[in-house]
């Protein structure tokens, strides 16, 4: 194999290997000794706040128009409008992430982000504390209001007329009218569509809990968390006073955004396909409890790509390991933010979202009506390995009862929910065996096909060299986009995937995927926005398990070690 | 164990309720989702009670929807109980997942009956209400449903669009809107004068936020959509299935009459053209003096191991593969290969993109064509993998708001048939005696 670039291509597997010794191939592309330029996951952080650079190609992009830019939507600055502690910085980020994998260039704008960096060498003491309000009553803090605001618009201008920005995401209060109007003047003079999206949270929970968070921000690091709330709410309620909601009558486009996604209303939607697509993504983003978590498939004896075959000896115990690291994982999390919840209840009978069937049954006078569903198997009555939460518990209150709304009924609606996705192929589903045994939906996605390798399956990189001298040289340059004859880009991969994005943004709970490396490459770019060129180099071996977890700014990826018993071939 | 096409939709059922005044586009939207469903295999049906009530009122005048028409109450509300319950059966019997109250459900008290059904039956009720008052969208609309409405058969359009306002007026006395407030536990979409202004409240699964999502993107603006194969290829001359070969002279003879002949079916329209990936695709779009785009997700069918071999081959290398493809040709899958139920995942987002552009030429292969035009004919699954679609022939659609017309073009330059019947090898149209599916292109102009 070659050492410079990658060289793994489609098939993490290489065929000139014994079969059985998978490990060993795996050990050897981790070996420190390598000369892989490889990015390593674990320096991998969070793109979605780098810098798009001018001659940047996004993962996801279907098409581009000759000017460069998507969907013949032109450019756009989305404005975000709210209260302090209504989320703004998780949708500006998750809308960021979205529309750059889409492969719209698309920066975000963060006015704290600005704040923090423009005053981190002044004196903290004479930070002029009306600065948080949309109308500063000191001239201190007019002042630093202004400098810092006009610095954002700033740059904001400057990328899209300098760095060919297409959409701009600009999160900071706007809640005052005559700002709203100044910016879609300044913009609208040039050619840029202005969108207005106003987070509006009336729920007292949901409240509660980002404040909670804004209190534990980098803004009060050192401070007592009482004292930080109070700080905090007072910032809050000067806004609050201030505060003038977007209404038909500014004539503006705007999408409310209530309660978190509970409400949407869309205002003079005449923006097109790229605006219904963020529209369509924020019916689905939900605020995540729970973390996506990846990991191969075990082994299979032949390990071609064109057989199809279940688990040998080895893979199964791979998959029972993984079986029970990854339900660990799980609960241990659990536990740890159950604290507010009454305590575990490991060995409940309520029945919990692993087994969705089992409740139908329970409802009261249905059974006559409703058959079995299209797929139900017959379950073993086994309780579920996972804790019961507050979400389990409340939905079994109210299933069944007509004068109340009912729980939902799909995958990943509850906060307590954990599915497990696998591709169609025999190796990965049987992979998730375990899972389903112990009563945890298992679900066989096709979307989760792993990339079609075309005439190069199961070739070496110097096999390929040899048999495709032309194409291997082409497809070196760029192999995110470089199809061999018959085979699918991964570029052709994250567009066929893209549908279960934005499923398992919808989805509270925890997911696991099994897939195969190339789709795991795609789904890790989506979530940790990396660029094409990683995308492809990205590594993951069967003795790791990524555990992603959200929060609004960035997400964070950990890695944790699958030890079984084949694994000694490691040593 | 199933593969889902969208969502996960085991234990999930979900009940479409239509609300709005007469001709604001309610059954236009309802067909329309169902097609696009059933398409992605997700089993739907629209349950119209205007042809429930039909059944015992054909042709009824204004008079007959006035709320205090008592008899007459009688007569909609038998239909729309009757109604409900079809579908209520059709979803414990069939094991349906998405169904659609086609009706006007203007009132709350309506709704709430409606409500409180699905719910003890454990059924998602989403609420959908098309509200307009923009009078020139509203006059389109009557102009389509005076003559296309079964109530209107024979009289004349005068006549009928006058009934038909005073119709509107009936209901107008009792409508009540979907209320931000007394409705906001419901799952509830509002669409303002098409979608000028959305409401979306408390969408809670994939499915429904897909159901929205393609509603926002349709358009009824008119614009036409070619289908064409590409030209006759070397491998087709060889019986040959799949591979990436180039045009044989006479695919070439077809690429080069092309433009003359789409411009004979398009006149100076602008349109785009859509191709595949692969060689013949391209050399048949060679000529043509448009914008073009690749598609990857345009590429034929992928026959996996079977790639490149003849039928005769195939049957003769794998006999069990090839019995079992022919018994359930939707849902095979070649070793390492697709099925057709895969193709029309990774057609999706065509679909959805076609939904909102305007003139597009698409020049794809024999099981892809199949699948769009499946999709836009509502071919069911177990027709659509046997429809014979000809080499060098161009077929224009043209959606309407009821139904989608055709017109085929065949050029005049003779190939090979790729046609292969059920149970033999043989490709040709004459191999096959009992082809029932031969008729969708040749017989019938519009659907339904």
Known sequence: MSSNGPTDLFNMESPTMNAGNHMARTRRRWSSTSKDKRPKLTEMTDGVHEEVETDFISPGQLYSTESGRLFHAGKILIVLVGLPATSKTLLSVAITRYTKWLGVRTSSFHVSEYRRKMTACEDHNNFPTDYFSAKPKTSEGRSKRKQILDKVLDDMLQFFNRDKGQLAVYDALNILVEERVQLDKIFSKMNTKVLFIESVMTDADMIKHNVDMASRSADYVGWSQEAAVSDFMHRLKVNKQLYEEMTPKEQLSYVKYINFGERLIVNNNHFGYLINKIVFFLMNLRDKKGCVYFARCGTSDNDNYIDDELLNSEGTAYSKTLTDLVVKLVNERRAAQATSYPPSMEHATTPSAGSPTKTIGSIGGIENIISPGPSSRSMSPSLSPLLTTHASLKRTESTGNASVRQPVSGDGGDEDSFVVWTAPRKRTFDTARFFDEKGISVRQRSQLQQLHPGVVADMTGSEIRQSYPEEYKEWLKDPYHYRFPRSESYHDLAVRMEPLLLEMERMRGDILVIGHESVLRVLYGYLMACSCSDIPRLCFSRDQVIEISFSPFENKVRRVPIVYENSSCLK | ?????????????????????????????????????????????????????????????????????????????????????????????????????????????????????????????????????????????????????????GVNPEDASADFLKRIGKYEQVYQTLDADKDRDLTFVRMINIAEQVIINRVETYLESRIVFYVMNLHIKPRYIWLSRHGESIYNLEKKIGGDSSLSPRGLQYAKKLPEFVRESAGDRDLTVWTSTLIRTQETAQHLPYRQLQWKALDELDAGVCDGMTYEEIEETFPEDFKARDEDKYEYRYRGGESYRDVVIRLEPIIMELERQENILIITHQAVLRCIYAYFMNVPQEESPWMSIPLHTLIRLEPRAYATHVTRLKADIPAVSTYKGKGTSQVGENSSETNKSLHVLTDSNTNN
Not at chain 2, 31 to 51: D, E, T
Not at chain 2, 81 to 96: I, K, P, R, Y
Not at chain 2, 106 to 111: K, L, Q
Request: proline letters at 4%; aromatic letters at 10%; one cysteine or more.
């Open chain 2, 1 to 153: 164990m199933p593969v889902y096409t969208v969502s996960n939709v085991q234990n999930l059922r979900i009940c479409v309720v239509m609300v709005g005044l007469p001709a604001r586009g309610k059954s236009f939207i309802s067909q329309k989702i169902v097609r696009y469903l059933s398409w992605l295999s997700i089993k739907s049906r629209c349950f119209n009670v205007g042809n429930y009530r039909r059944q015992d009122a054909p042709r009824p005048s204004a008079d007959f929807f006035d709320a205090s028409n008592e008899e007459a109450y009688k007569i909609r509300e038998q239909a729309v109980t009757q109604a409900v319950h079809d579908m209520m059966n059709w979803f414990a019997d069939e094991e349906g997942v998405v169904a659609i109250l086609d009706a006007t459900n203007s009132t709350r008290e309506r709704r709430n009956w409606i409500l409180k059904l699905c719910r003890e039956n454990s059924i998602e009720p989403m609420f959908l209400e098309s509200w307009c008052d923009d009078k020139d969208l509203i006059l389109r609309n009557i102009a389509d449903v005076k003559t296309s409405s079964p109530d209107y058969k």
